[in-house]
Nanobody
Framework: QVQLIESGGGLVQAGGSLRLSCAAS????????MGWFRQAPGKEREFVAA????????DYADSVKGRFTITRDNAKSTVYLQMNSLKPEDTAEYYC???????????????????WGQGTQVTVSS
């Protein structure tokens, strides 16, 4: 049973930083790509960032490029999302996700991901 548990969310002022963590269990972590998505109230879920299984490739939504960094520690079975220069529009529930297939590439499409965490709330005040 694959489990993903996010942590690190909270309330921060605009311009501040947060680091989200997602701890995975239930299978060999290093075989699978990881992604972060977010969903704000009344809006559709959107892609934020993804990292390939060996961390050689990363991908970011245009809205977070240059401010957010996705990394992974395969020894700890954990993926991170460092968020800097936060803006009020970054306010959302943030979810990590992983596919059931050991893809080599990263994907922006949520349907490529089969396992999802419970989410962690990020609120950025202006």
């Amino acid at each position: 049973q694959v489990q993903l548990i996010e942590s690190g969310g909270g309330l921060v002022q605009a311009g501040g930083s947060l680091r989200l963590s997602c701890a995975a269990s239930g299978r060999i972590f290093s075989y699978y790509a990881m992604g972060w998505f977010r969903q704000a109230p009344g809006k559709e879920r959107e892609f934020v960032a993804a990292i390939s299984r060996n961390a050689a490739n990363t991908d970011y939504a245009d809205s977070v490029k240059g401010r957010f960094t996705i990394t992974r520690d395969n020894a700890k079975s954990t993926v991170y999302l460092q968020m800097n220069s936060l803006k009020p529009e970054d306010t959302a529930e943030y979810y990590c996700a992983t596919p059931s297939t050991p893809y080599y590439n990263t994907y922006r499409t949520g349907t490529r991901y089969d396992y999802w965490g419970q989410g962690t709330q990020v609120t950025v005040s202006s």
